[in-house]
């Protein structure tokens, strides 16, 4: 049992190295885009595709943290009114918690994905950068997949967060 919790640590550690790098990835790209936009404003002539690059590097931290939030049941969720209520009152918070955002991110995904082929189909491209569209819809389902992830994180390596409290 000891050699298959390494081996979740190891999976869920490594899938949280990933996210976290492209995170930080995203965080310079939106420092890099506004620096240059402040820059061009000040010189009197900013760069058009300056807005645009931010909105898009916004849109995807913003689903990253979404996915992201789930990993140590870092969500919003109410556990002081659960501490009150007897053992299977708690466990009942759980199993809700659990199928209510694993529902949730599964709709997440399934919508993602409609959203990633309407813009893929109608070859939706940026306004400055004509980078495809599609490119940027893949931050929803990503993040309901991070999401799912985050809550079987919680389930196998730290299913006291979910039982209420730190």
């Given at each position: ?14 899938i ?12 310079v ?28 590097f916004?849109?995807g931290?913003?689903?990253l ?8 049941g ?61 490119l940027?819809g ?5 993040s ?10 919680n ?7 979910l039982?209420?409290?730190?």
């Open positions: 049992m000891k050699n298959d919790n390494s081996k979740a640590k190891k999976y869920f550690g490594t949280n190295r990933i996210s976290d790098y492209l995170a930080f990835l995203l965080i790209a939106i420092l890099a885009a506004v620096t240059i936009q402040i820059v061009g404003r000040m010189a009197g002539s900013p760069e058009p595709w300056t807005e645009e690059a931010t909105r898009i916004f849109i931290m913003v689903y943290g979404i996915g992201m939030g789930f990993r140590k870092e969500s919003a969720r109410v556990t002081v009114f659960l501490d009150w209520f007897p053992r299977f009152v708690r466990n009942l918070g759980r199993c809700f918690y659990v199928i209510s955002s694993v529902g949730f991110f599964c709709f997440m995904f399934y919508t993602g994905l409609e959203l990633v082929v309407q813009q893929y189909t109608m070859n939706e491209m940026g306004a400055a950068w004509m980078i495809p569209m599609w940027v893949l931050f929803m389902p990503l309901a997949v991070l999401g799912i992830l985050g809550v079987a994180e389930l196998v390596l730290h299913p006291h967060l039982e209420g409290g730190e």
